[in-house]
């Protein structure tokens, strides 16, 4: 049924219709309105099982982890500053190979305190082992929540659904809430690989000394390896029966680009709007939007990127000392391509600053206008006064 | 569909158990109850957070027996205790203290309502009698403490009433007198006899002795102080009118009339006359807050109306045709003197004469007869305890009671009559030594309070001598909450009788203001230490907890966590 929910409530329709039985959380603007709608449903009987209101995002991951262990379907959700919290515990989840999926609404870090939209939360992320899905709008974020746990609970690995602060989580949409019927059909009860039996007592996580570790480590390289084609299957899955999928990356205009602009996040749809134009005054620009950061789909993106003379990444995060991280990552994939795609990364929209439409055509026209980028890292709309003004 | 990769992860069929990390420990939590600052204060050393416990949990009988351990009289300290637990309560810190005394009228009163009995430890028969002389606060003490320690007692009083001070002196709207008569008749019900209209003149005093295996002396001050200043026979003495009072015949008053004094008995005497409907003045020779009253009386009889003048000295009095003249001599402060208060001379500047219906002393009273207290030639055969004097020369003859006390007050003549039992049962024991060692062995904290139930081998024994301060108290886990009070009569109603002015507690209110006591120093089973050992190495067997040193990593979280000071932690021996 087609519905105006907010994306964050796009998210907590989705748990609900997964029949999540845990969910742990502890509120933290933009993400809050996700566990309080969870929270609610538990109340009120239209979810069974356990919402565990806790005092930090740290336990909030240690309790989805434990109940997790026990086999049962857990979810929990975060932003920014929690996450950062939960970092330990990250790492945790997915070294024990649990199929936990979380809600990540993107939100800067502070110093100076700061609520809006900036990636660099998550990306900060990347090397915990967990699977990154970003996604543009509401009715993806639902869709890729359900498809999560198909994917999650194959691999043995944990996803995070990675949504915009405010620019998706408070931005109401029509969005297609699917049947709970069909989704039981696509997403049937967990059948866990292993789950604590009090029973059958064993002990899980022990010391892993150096005879093993690395052993174990391989394993979960290799999981993650898996993880791209079992993607793919569960993308089949999905649009059997919802008639959607999304793909790893999605191309627009791209076969014939001589400029490639690369996006994530909700910035791809102003995007779309305005390669759509630029192409209509006959420009030779395409879109590459990135879904899955991790794993990171390097051979997708070489495809897609090996006709271009230039790619243009839109970075809204920062690493600093280095530059954007999509830019990177990309950069790193398009090592040893012959010819190789002339690199721009653009840095806009930090901290919850917008990406208007001429922002984005201003990119196009600074990588046409250029053979090279005149920095590694251009930051865009900065205010130069205030710059000036600080003595900067 | 793809193959799934296998799993790898660390599982064991055996328990982590096997990895025992108490062998990483090199410090040691240990649960160890220590002392409340309360239970210290307590000239009779109430065990206040075990009783406070049992209240907010319910077991009044059980909090009325923990305190009958201490003290006899819990509806009557209950009252008219200054209640130094109170001012030495940790909760002062965050709050108020907590109502420790409406706390112990209240399980009091319940006792007597319910007409519980009383449960206490009485040792066998030693076959030792005790005569006992007054039965104030300290006889009466000493006669309930020394039949639990196997004497038989007989008490002797003057008076047609048992009580002393506290049938004759306080009056009846801080003590009803019925409340006073059931505590009494309780310890008479344990076996005490008591003669009334039996004085006991130095001759009787030598006849018990002969006849007697010990004598407690604690008669009281019998004679009432004057001034010695011209006209000082026209001056009516206040502790009389007190006594009168209670006996049904007070003097017709009315006007201002005087009260000459500064003590509790000045504003016994000033706040009786409220209700006799004079308009009582204090006279003082000091300044308000030098007076040894204590503070809470002095307020309450300012609120009922008395009038206090500071810095004026009596000169003379003369009879005049309204009464009496007073003339007063203003007095200024000089440097301070040895008791810590300014000493005070003649101004010799503001003299003044006031015409007064009648003038009263309040200015304290001495023992009636100088054998009453101790010649203090402190000879071989005198033991100087804390609370009593014994004189062991012959038959021991124990002074107890307000003439030997430094501080006269209701519980601190019920410690007199404790120690007094003590030191006599420790020195038939083993003489002077047992006693040293029996009192040393039975503080509560660093004492002198002292107590029966340590005395006795109870489990209070084994309590730390500790102290526990505000610092050591985890004032996270408390939260803000006002004191509780109880009804009072209308201030109108309260100065025209003798009714008792404040009601006691309601169970509720009772059982709420208990629950905000912290339990210094006493573990109250609220698990913190359990919930927080990140080893899970903490067990409950019979109720108890219990450290499993298997895996006790020493990390002191449990000590830390405790919101009341109950554990310790320690450098672990090797």
């Given amino acids: ?392 | 569909m793809n193959k799934p990769i296998s799993l790898f992860i660390s599982r064991s069929n055996t328990t982590s158990r096997i990895n025992k990390t108490g062998s990483w420990r090199f410090a040691r939590p240990r649960y160890l109850d220590k002392t409340a600052p309360c239970s210290a204060a307590c000239p009779a050393g109430v065990d206040i957070p075990k009783i406070e416990r049992a209240v907010a949990e319910g077991r009044i009988e059980q909090a009325w027996q923990t305190y009958m351990e201490e003290n006899p009289f819990p509806s009557v300290c209950g009252r008219v205790c200054f209640h130094t637990c109170e001012s030495a309560c940790n909760r002062g810190r965050l709050d108020q203290p907590v109502s420790i005394n409406r706390l112990d009228r209240f399980v009091g009163d319940t006792a007597l309502e319910q007409d519980c009995p009383v449960d206490q430890t009485v040792l066998p028969s030693n076959g030792r009698r005790v005569a006992i002389c007054g039965s104030g606060p300290a006889g009466l003490s000493a006669a309930y403490f020394m039949t639990r320690l196997g004497f038989a007692c007989e008490i002797f009083e003057s008076n047609s009433q048992p009580g002393g001070i506290l049938q004759w002196g306080i009056p009846a709207y801080r003590l009803p007198k019925a409340v006073l008569a059931a505590e009494i008749k309780r310890i008479e019900g344990l076996g005490v006899k008591i003669h009334c209209n039996q004085s006991v003149d130095a001759d009787v005093l030598a006849r018990l002795q002969a006849s007697c295996d010990a004598v407690f002396l604690g008669v009281g001050l019998g004679r009432s102080l004057s001034l010695d200043i011209p006209g000082s026979e026209h001056m009516a003495d206040g502790l009389a009118l007190l006594e009168a009072i209670q006996r049904g015949a007070p003097p017709g008053v009315n006007g201002e009339v005087a009260v000459i004094g500064g003590g509790n008995t000045a504003i016994d005497v000033a706040r009786s006359l409220v209700r006799l409907g004079a308009l009582p003045v204090i006279l003082y020779r000091r300044r308000r807050q030098d007076m040894p009253a204590f503070e809470h009386e002095i307020e309450a009889a300012e609120a009922e109306g008395v009038r206090i003048a500071e810095l004026v000295a009596p000169k003379s009095i003369e009879p005049s045709d309204d009464g009496v003249c007073v003339q007063l001599g203003g007095m200024k402060t000089v440097e301070t003197g040895a008791d810590g208060r300014p000493r005070v001379v003649p101004d010799g500047v503001r003299n003044t004469n006031l015409i007064f219906s009648a003038v009263y002393s309040g200015i304290g009273a001495d023992v009636a007869e100088p054998w009453h207290r101790p010649d203090g030639d402190d000879g071989e055969s005198t033991i100087q305890l804390s609370h009593c004097i014994l004189d062991v020369g012959s038959t021991p003859l124990v002074y107890g009671g307000d003439p030997i006390l430094p501080l006269k007050s209701v519980t601190d003549a019920v410690a007199s009559g404790k120690q007094a039992a003590m030191g006599l049962h420790a020195w038939f024991e083993g003489g002077r030594e047992a006693i040293a060692d029996a009192l040393d062995r039975s503080q509560v904290g660093p004492g002198p309070a002292l107590s029966m139930e340590i005395y006795l081998g109870g489990q209070r024994r084994l309590r730390a001598r500790h102290v526990v301060t505000p610092e050591e108290i985890n004032i996270d886990y408390f939260q803000k909450k006002e004191r509780g009070s109880a009804a009072t009569l209308p201030m109108e109603k309260a100065r025209a009788t003798f009714e008792e002015i404040e009601a006691t507690l309601r169970p509720e209110r009772a059982a709420e203001e208990a629950g905000r006591c912290y339990q210094c120093g006493l573990c109250n089973n609220c698990d913190n230490c359990r919930i927080f050992c990140s080893e899970v190495s903490i067990e409950v067997v019979d109720g108890k907890r219990r450290i499993d040193f298997d895996y006790c990593k020493g990390c002191g979280v449990c000590v830390a966590e405790c919101p009341r000071s109950a554990m310790v932690i320690e450098e672990e021996r090797a």
């Fill in chain 1, 1 to 392: 049924m087609r519905q105006v929910l907010e994306g964050s409530h796009a998210i907590s329709e989705a748990v609900r219709l997964a029949r999540v039985q845990v969910t742990a959380g502890y509120p933290i603007t933009p993400q809050t309105h996700i566990i309080e709608a969870i929270s609610e449903y538990f109340a009120d009987g239209t979810m069974t099982g356990r919402f565990i209101p806790v005092e930090s995002e740290h336990s909030s991951m240690a309790a989805v982890v434990g109940a997790a262990t026990t086999g049962v379907r857990t979810f929990t959700a975060t932003s920014s500053h929690g996450l950062a919290l939960m970092h330990e515990m990250l790492h945790w989840a997915s070294a024990a190979r649990l199929p936990i999926v979380m809600g990540e609404v993107n939100r800067a870090l502070g110093p100076g305190w700061n609520i809006w939209m900036d990636q660099t939360d998550s990306l900060a992320q990347r090397d915990t082992g967990w699977i990154q899905l970003y996604c543009e709008d509401g009715q993806e974020a639902l869709d890729t929540t359900l498809m999560a746990y198909r994917l999650a609970e194959q691999v043995n690995l944990p996803v995070m659904v990675v949504i915009d602060a405010f620019f998706v989580s408070h931005t109401f949409e029509p969005i297609e809430v699917p049947d709970q019927a069909d989704v039981d059909r696509f997403l049937p009860p967990i059948h866990p690989r292993f789950a604590l039996d009090p029973k059958e007592p064993v002990a899980l996580y022990q010391m892993a000394p150096p005879a093993c570790y690395m052993e174990m480590r391989r394993s979960i390289d290799l999981a993650m390896d898996q993880t791209a084609a079992v993607f793919d299957d569960v993308e089949d899955e999905f649009e059997a029966v919802f008639g959607r999928r999304y793909g790893s990356i999605e191309t627009v205009g791209c076969d014939d680009a001589e400029i490639i602009l690369v996006t994530t996040g909700s910035a791809t749809s102003t995007s779309r709007m305005v390669v759509e134009q630029l192409r209509g005054q006959g420009e030779k620009v395409g879109l590459l939007k990135l879904k899955r950061f991790r794993p990171f789909p390097v051979d997708a993106i070489r495809k897609a990127l090996a006709g271009a003379r230039k790619v243009a990444v839109l970075d809204r995060n920062f690493c600093f000392g280095v530059g954007g991280i999509f830019a990177q990552e990309i950069r790193a994939a398009l090592c040893g391509l012959e010819p190789a795609p002339v690199m721009f990364n653009f840095i806009a929209g930090l901290g919850g600053r917008d990406i208007p439409p001429d922002l984005i055509e201003e990119i196009y026209t600074t990588t046409k206008t250029h053979a090279a980028p005149v920095e590694k890292s251009i930051w865009m709309g900065l205010n130069e006064e205030l710059l000036e003004s600080c003595g900067i």
